[in-house]
């Protein structure tokens, strides 16, 4: 007659049980979601944008603090030092993809029609159609003057992307052989833009339509590329250095 096996005396020792499984979901007590990753990173940093955004147009650039800016995104002040160095880099990518998106770049094939649209579509986010960012933006080139790091980050971030489309628009048309491929292209981009930086500090008048189109008139004359041996452009007799 077979003996019945047995058991083990150690198998009721705590530290050689099986490990307890952990209970199946419910509805009641979920599983944790997965983590994202990316895309929830995406939407946390468009948020922080957004808040610093409304700030700036609330509140003087030296009012506005990362602990206001956390807590109006609903993130740590932590998650924004992770992400930015100090206020004036956050700041400064927050107005410049503002700017992105309400002045593109235009590329119709006629450098002219393009510089006109790039100036109107300036004018109009700095001007009575959007006078919150044109004051946000004229506030922080005030505060610039005194902030060194901010007056930085205002020209190598908001200033330099500006430059960048107007630099692509002009080689552009240089390729197409429309424009003087000699021409001193900095002192162009200072010409196109220095009016509207004029008149939205001083606000001795309006910033428009017609205000873009008479830069670009006064300026095509001078850009263009002439034949050889032809005579000067019509005008003041002064032309633009090479």
Same mark, same amino acid.
């Given at each position: 007659?077979?003996?019945?096996?047995?058991?083990?005396?150690?198998?009721?020792?705590?530290? +050689?049980?099986?490990?307890?499984? /952990? &209970?199946?979901?419910?509805?009641?007590? /979920?599983?944790?979601?997965?983590?994202?990753?990316?895309?929830? =990173?995406?939407?946390?940093?468009?948020? !922080?944008?957004?808040?610093?955004?409304?700030?700036?147009? +609330?509140?003087?650039?030296?009012?506005?603090?990362?602990?206001?800016?956390?807590?109006?995104?609903? @993130?740590?002040?932590?998650?924004?030092?992770?992400?930015?160095?100090?206020?004036?880099?956050?700041?400064?990518?927050?107005?410049? &993809?503002?700017?992105?998106?309400? !002045?593109?770049? *235009?590329?119709?094939?006629?450098? $002219?029609?393009?510089?006109?649209?790039?100036?109107?579509?300036?004018?109009? @986010?700095?001007?009575?159609?959007?006078?919150?960012?044109?004051?946000?933006?004229?506030?922080?080139?005030?505060?610039?003057? =005194?902030?060194?790091?901010?007056?930085?980050?205002?020209?190598?971030?908001?200033?330099?992307?500006?430059?960048?489309?107007?630099?692509?628009?002009?080689?552009?048309?240089? +390729?197409?052989?429309? @424009?003087?491929?000699?021409?001193?292209?900095?002192?162009?981009?200072?010409?196109?833009?220095?009016?509207?930086?004029?008149?939205?500090?001083?606000?001795?008048?309006?910033?428009?339509? &017609?205000?873009?189109?008479?830069?670009?008139?006064?300026?095509? *004359?001078?850009?263009?590329? $002439?034949?050889? #041996?032809? /005579?000067? /452009?019509? #005008?003041?007799?002064? =032309?633009?250095?090479?």
């Amino acid at each position: 007659m077979s003996q019945p096996p047995v058991k083990d005396p150690a198998s009721d020792r705590p530290e +050689e049980r099986a490990a307890p499984q /952990p &209970a199946p979901a419910s509805s009641d007590c /979920p599983a944790p979601p997965r983590p994202r990753g990316r895309p929830r =990173s995406v939407t946390c940093h468009q948020a !922080i944008l957004r808040a610093t955004m409304e700030l700036l147009t +609330e509140l003087r650039y030296a009012e506005v603090t990362m602990e206001a800016i956390a807590a109006r995104a609903g @993130v740590s002040k932590q998650t924004l030092y992770n992400w930015w160095p100090s206020k004036a880099r956050l700041a400064m990518e927050a107005y410049a &993809a503002t700017a992105a998106t309400r !002045i593109p770049e *235009p590329d119709t094939g006629s450098t $002219q029609e393009d510089l006109q649209r790039l100036l109107c579509y300036t004018c109009q @986010v700095l001007g009575r159609g959007e006078t919150s960012l044109g004051a946000t933006l004229a506030g922080l080139i005030a505060e610039a003057q =005194s902030d060194e790091e901010l007056g930085c980050e205002l020209r190598e971030t908001l200033i330099a992307a500006r430059r960048r489309i107007a630099t692509r628009i002009l080689t552009r048309g240089m +390729e197409r052989g429309e @424009v003087d491929p000699e021409l001193d292209l900095p002192l162009v981009l200072d010409l196109l833009y220095g009016p509207i930086w004029y008149r939205l500090l001083l606000r001795n008048a309006p910033l428009n339509r &017609a205000f873009a189109h008479e830069i670009v008139a006064h300026l095509m *004359p001078r850009l263009r590329a $002439q034949p050889a #041996g032809s /005579p000067e /452009p019509p #005008g003041d007799g002064v =032309s633009l250095p090479r």
